[in-house]
DNA sequence: TCATGACTTTATAAATCCATCATATCGCAG
DNA sequence: CTGCGATATGATGGATTTATAAAGTCATGA
């Protein structure tokens, strides 16, 4: 079973799909996508760099930083008075590609759906009809 | 640039790390892995095995399956009086892989981490430090 | 030591998610 | 049509996350 991986594990017995879970709850947010996004591209990112292309205040890039920190998917390095950070997995820009090969799939499939509505004849309020259709995502 | 994918779709004006931010909300939920997990291992599975599987009352997994659906992450169908869901894409499979070989790499990673702590030397209270290590994560 | 730039942590209200229960809907058989 | 099994939806309070600003810490140069 899929639990006895972790089970084995001497400190953590939460069977694998919490854990996963909760690896994805740390890339929940846009923001923090796009920060990995960002290290994926080099070696290592300043934060001032990342405040740049984030257009974040410090604080707020900081609070997420840590989360990321926290969920082991960043490290960071100080260097004199500026902070580094990188990728602390290469596989973290593995998940990240195929996201966004699913999401490429997603995205095409529904929007064909979409268009196929679009070119039903008028029933009732297509008007109406179509933007619930945009609403539901 | 990224964005560019999604400013070309016609109805969709969000940056594509948003996209992906969204998608992995809906898979931040112990159980909405799990039942990915056991579509994935199936043709299609029905909410009666999901609901055996799951331990969960009827409306508490109904609701779970209603996120994955909101996602686009589940397609259901009804034959009679039963409903069989099955993963809407395949790939959705293999992210759930590649989820799995990241974990596994954190896993090993911070567990050998912690290891390494114990192994240290008494410094001052080391139950305390221990335990303040093991809540972190 | 002090001032300052760079970055992190603390605190908190608002927003969102989760757990749970009640109710509604669908399909089938009698 | 009614009853019932199967499943979905609505509602709501508690838990967690997000957004934001204030305060704190670290490193450096004068």
Chains 1, 2 share one sequence.
Do not use: C, W
């Not at 999401?103 to 268009?115: F, S, Y």
């Amino acid at each position: 079973m899929k639990e006895a991986l972790v089970s084995d594990t001497k400190l953590d017995h939460r069977p694998l799909y919490e854990v996963k879970a909760n690896l994805f709850k740390g890339l929940a947010h846009p923001l923090r996508v796009r920060i990995l996004e960002v290290l994926a591209d080099a070696e290592e990112t300043s934060v001032t760099d990342l405040l740049v292309d984030s257009g974040l205040e410090a604080s707020h890039l900081s609070q997420h930083l840590s989360v990321l920190r926290r969920h082991h998917l960043v490290v960071s390095e100080r260097k004199a008075s500026q902070v580094f950070y990188r990728l602390a997995y290469p596989q973290i820009a593995d998940l990240l590609a195929v996201a966004r090969v699913l999401l490429v799939e997603i995205l095409e499939t529904t929007q064909q759906q979409l268009v196929s509505t679009v070119d039903l004849p008028p029933v009732g309020r297509p008007a109406v009809a179509s933007s619930t259709e945009a609403a539901a995502k």
